[in-house]
Nanobody, 124 residues
Framework: EVQLVESGGGLVEAGGSLRLSCAFSGFSFDANAIGWFRETPRKEREGVSCIRGSDGSRYYSDSVKGRFTISSDNAKKTVYLQMNSLKPEDTADYYC?????????????????WGQGTQVTVSS
């Protein structure tokens, strides 16, 4: 069974940091990409980052480039999203997704499996 489980969300002040984790199972990371998406309180969804398992290529949206870092630990079957210099506009539910898609283009409709999400709230 393909499964993704996010963790690490929480409440943080502007300028602070959080590290999100996405534990994956049931598929080969080497043959897939894992993306991070977020959905704002206004229900706007954005693809923020992605990592390709085959070659480690990384994608970042312009809104997070230079502040967020995606990484993977294959032994732990976990993908991380390190979020630094957080801003109130980063407040959203964050989801990881995998299977069936590549990082380019990063389209939520292409991903077949999603985690349950983790909430990030950045106070001003």
């Amino acid at each position: 069974e393909v499964q993704l489980v996010e963790s690490g969300g929480g409440l943080v002040e502007a300028g602070g940091s959080l590290r999100l984790s996405c534990a994956f199972s049931g598929f080969s990371f080497d043959a897939n990409a894992i993306g991070w998406f977020r959905e704002t309180p206004r229900k706007e969804r954005e693809g923020v980052s992605c990592i390709r398992g085959s070659d480690g290529s990384r994608y970042y949206s312009d809104s997070v480039k230079g502040r967020f870092t995606i990484s993977s630990d294959n032994a732990k079957k976990t993908v991380y999203l390190q979020m630094n210099s957080l801003k109130p506009e980063d407040t959203a539910d964050y989801y990881c997704a995998a299977v069936g898609a590549d990082c380019w283009p990063l389209e939520d409709a292409d991903f077949r499996t999603w985690g349950q999400g983790t909430q990030v709230t950045v106070s001003s």
